[in-house]
């Protein structure tokens, strides 16, 4: 199976980081997408088959914890898998995103960090197969 | 605006300033300290700065200004590419700020709750000159590297939950 | 047969009886390559982090430097065939050369690691594994028959 990703972040310079990693992971990739701030990602989502979302927090428009909100509202979307890759260091904002079912990443990562919880959360491995 | 902070918090802020920025710079730019500044180093005449607002309980700005060859050694090493546009550049240099803003406000204390962290924001010399008047300086570092030079400093214009206790 | 691996120096094997060995490795790094499909290995044991302050002797020996012991390394399995989702990139040392790492003025150990890493971003390569820092010396085993790396330090035994 070809994970299409969405990867959101207001930054463009960390949406190349994200994606140079997804490429260097060996996982199997499908289309990747690009919004720049919750909103955006939420219209892509809406239009195109997403398997992973990848949302930065701190975002002008729509941070990425109402983008969260508004998904685990919507029975579409409740149980798409979420990794928020931010520099958020607050406790109770992370605990808060786990509460809603993403897994947190702080920056600055390493790739395998990217890597192995890409594998936890969407179960997809190709390592050191045929 | 009440900007008393203790030399504790102080201390703490430098602290995760320095280990953060550090971090950032190994993981993020794939570069390290040099062990120590040459004279030209410490000469060396601004290159490029950015700056990250932070809003919340407090409010403030991470400022990061590069001299001697590492606004563009950021790009480069972090996009791998040779020739980075200076869009690109001014786009790493922003990154930076702002992830090591994120990691340093929390140092801030378990009041100093951070609801936002603005788009970093790339600064021309005369708009850096006005800027340095807006609030105080709490932490500053500087970082050599075998690329160039990093100032680092930590600005905290106003606790908003001490004005509120205040007027209580 | 067991092959040893000296200290800026790189040992490429496709024999599945062979086996690499590298010893008292402190503030250098232990980096292996390992195609699990074509099951050839190599293991190289670098000092230093970055060529471009002696190029001269990067060019007669690259293996005395990170970036250039990496790119020689490497370049060997692409000529001869391997892709690089085949590729299993571990590494170990690093070590502080000080118990107290404040004190380590160089700290080369750090810089060696976080060279590897700009050297496998600019390629596109992921480290698999990697057991680095701390303090004392760590000897590195790679199998070629199966590629699995072992790593001994201070009496413990650790497979990565």
């Known amino acids: ?130 | 605006m009440n900007t008393q902070i203790d030399c504790d918090v102080r201390a703490k802020i430098e602290r995760t300033l320095y280990e953060s920025s550090v971090s950032t710079f190994e993981d993020t730019c794939f570069m390290y300290l040099a062990p120590e500044m040459e004279e030209e180093q410490k000469e060396l005449p601004l290159e490029a700065a950015s700056e990250a607002r932070y809003r919340g309980d407090w409010t403030g700005k991470l400022l990061i200004e590069t001299r001697g060859g590492m606004l563009e050694a950021i790009a480069s090493n972090i996009l791998s590419l040779d020739e980075p546009s200076l869009q690109q550049k001014k786009d790493a240099l922003g990154e930076i700020a702002n992830i090591i803003c994120g990691n340093v406000v929390i140092s801030l204390g378990r009041h100093g709750r951070v609801s936002k962290i603005e788009s970093p924001k790339f600064l021309s010399e005369e708009e850096l000159q006005t800027e340095e008047d807006i609030g105080s300086c709490v932490a500053g570092i500087t970082l050599n590297f075998f690329e160039g030079r990093a100032d680092i400093k930590f600005y905290v214009d106003g606790y908003i939950a001490a004005k509120e206790q205040n007027s209580d | 047969m067991v092959y040893t691996v000296g200290v800026a120096d790189t040992k490429i094997s496709g024999d599945d009886e062979d086996l690499l060995i590298t010893y008292a490795l402190g503030s250098c790094l232990g980096v292996t390559v390992y195609d699990f499909k074509k099951k050839k290995g190599a293991l190289l044991h670098c000092m230093l982090p970055d060529s471009s302050i002696d190029r001269e002797k990067a060019a007669g020996n690259p293996s005395v430097y990170v970036d250039t012991g990496m790119k020689a390394m490497m370049d060997n399995f692409y000529r001869n065939g391997s892709r690089k989702n085949d590729l299993i990139i571990r590494v170990a040392g690093g070590a502080s050369s000080k118990m107290n790492q404040a004190e380590d003025f160089f700290q080369i150990g750090r810089r060696n690691f976080v060279s590897l890493r700009k050297y496998l971003w600019d390629e596109g390569l992921m480290l698999k594994a990697s057991d680095v820092g701390g303090y004392g010396s760590r000897t590195v085993t790679l199998e070629i028959a199966n590629g699995k790396m072992i790593i001994k330090s201070q009496g413990s035994l650790k497979e990565l």
């Open chain 1, 1 to 130: 199976m070809a994970l299409n990703i969405l990867v959101v972040d207001d930054s463009s310079v960390m949406r190349s980081i994200v994606i140079k990693t997804l490429k260097m992971t060996g996982l199997p990739l499908g289309e990747i997408w690009e919004g720049s701030n919750g909103a955006e990602g939420l219209r892509i989502l809406q239009e195109q088959w997403i398997d992973l979302a990848i949302v930065d927090i701190h975002m002008p428009v729509m941070d990425g914890e109402e983008m969260i909100n508004h998904l685990r509202e919507n029975e579409q979307y409740q149980n798409l898998p979420v990794i928020v890759v931010s520099s958020e260091s607050d406790p109770s904002k992370i605990e808060m995103m786990h509460r809603k079912g993403a897994t947190f990443i702080h920056k600055p990562f390493k790739p395998e960090t990217l890597k192995e919880v890409m594998i936890a959360v969407t179960g997809v491995s190709n390592e050191y197969t045929d």
